[in-house]
């Protein structure tokens, strides 16, 4: 049956491949509620814009009284949250948006949707669900061996992650206090198209286009779990619409590379495709620059996905070899799109917009 879905931060990375999954592979209707920070592009849901089941409400999720009205406006069955302040180097140069949002703006959401979930009918409130979308950074850091579970006790080490922590815990304590209906998920690191340049894989992409240097944190072994962002919405659509109420699902790419190798990927790929280099380079790889470690920087996360794959029979559907091709020939097909977010042209013409 069709459903209406509110999707807070639908603007940005991934709440863009989630809401361009939902209007293209369900009949579900999308409300996106973004508040368009500088993370937010509606540039990245032109393919979608158009369609009927489509809509877009600029509102802050910490203005309880504005997300109520949308609710009452659209009457959702399913509430998925993704809008955060997500970049962990932003946190760490200046945590209180990160506060403001993550946790405030979390507790404000839930608040809103306790009150909006008491005015359903018994039909409605069967099926409703509020998806809290937070990460795997939350545990912090795993050392060499072993995997993150849902049973990982959480020991987040960054101003972001503190923050996606403190906001996973509040969901949990709505549905054990006042038995709001909740599923939470906590994913490994995601790349693909849209992805805003500030971010690892795009960053090197792109400088390297430029014939720019590549930087890389401290020795470059730090380890992520990687997964492509189309495998992350499908994921969370199945978490939505089948996921145990109350339960956490953890995601994962089954991907773990050092930054150093999904650097030097990179830049093999980029060798093969590009042959008029920038800058008279031989290799790529020249450019890779070492620079200093980001303060507190975890060594390593890698997410244990059994549960979700066994429950749930979700799987990702690429490789890190298969994804990352496909993310980087997106790049070099969509240089428009990452002008208009180099230069701030995407900004600018929302606010004429305005
Ligand atoms: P993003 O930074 O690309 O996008 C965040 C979006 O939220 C933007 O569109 C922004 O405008 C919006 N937003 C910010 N503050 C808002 C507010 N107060 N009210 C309404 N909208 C607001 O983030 P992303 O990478 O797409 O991540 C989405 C979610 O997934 C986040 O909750 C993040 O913690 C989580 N997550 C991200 C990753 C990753 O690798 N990117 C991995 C696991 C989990």
Redesign the pocket.
Request: net charge negative; charged share 15%.
């Given at each position: 049956m069709s459903k209406t879905i509110f999707v807070?931060?639908g603007?940005?990375?991934?709440?863009s491949a989630l809401v361009r999954f939902l209007i293209n592979e369900t009949k579900h209707t999308v409300v996106n509620?973004?508040?368009?920070?500088y993370?937010?592009n509606l540039e990245s849901l032109r393919s979608v814009e158009e369609s009927e089941r489509y809509h877009f409400v600029q509102?802050?999720?910490?203005d309880r009284d504005t997300v109520s009205a949308v609710f009452e406006k659209y009457q959702p069955d399913f509430i998925m949250h993704?809008?955060?302040?997500?970049?962990v180097d932003r946190s760490i140069d200046g945590p209180g948006e990160f506060i403001q949002?993550n946790i405030v703006?979390t507790y404000e959401l839930l608040e809103a949707a306790r009150s909006y979930y008491t005015t359903l009918v018994d039909d409605k409130k069967v099926g409703f669900r509020f998806h809290h979308?937070?990460?795997d950074e939350v545990y912090g850091d795993l050392g060499e061996t072993g995997l993150f579970t849902e049973e990982t006790s959480y020991e987040p080490s960054s101003p972001y992650s503190a923050s996606?922590a403190a906001s996973d815990h509040l969901v949990r304590a709505w549905h054990r206090t006042y038995d709001l209906p909740v599923v939470l998920t906590n994913?490994?690191?995601?790349y693909g198209p849209y992805h805003?340049p500030e971010k690892l894989i795009p960053l090197i992409i792109l400088n390297a286009l430029e014939g720019k240097a590549l930087p890389v944190y401290g020795d470059g072994k730090q380890v992520r779990d990687w997964l492509f962002v189309e495998d992350h919405a499908r994921a969370l659509y199945k978490v939505v619409s089948e996921g145990k109420l109350g339960d956490t699902y953890n995601i994962g790419g089954f991907n773990e590379k050092q930054n150093i190798e999904v650097v030097t990927t990179i830049c093999n790929h980029l060798n093969d495709l590009i042959k008029d280099k920038p800058a008279n380079l031989a290799d790529f790889k020249e450019l890779i620059t070492f620079v200093t470690d980001r303060p507190g920087h975890d060594v390593r996360y890698a997410i244990d996905a059994t549960k979700i794959n066994k429950e749930l029979g979700w799987h990702p559907e690429e490789t890190f070899e298969s994804g990352i091709l496909k993310t980087i020939q997106w790049y070099l097909d969509n240089q428009a799109w990452c002008k208009n977010v180099q230069d701030g042209s995407y900004q600018r013409e929302r606010l004429g917009s305005n």
């Open positions: 807070t931060g603007a940005g990375f991934i709440g509620f973004d508040k368009l920070t993370a937010g509102g802050d999720i910490c993704l809008a955060a302040e997500s970049h949002t703006g979308i937070s990460t996606k994913c490994s690191n995601n805003f």
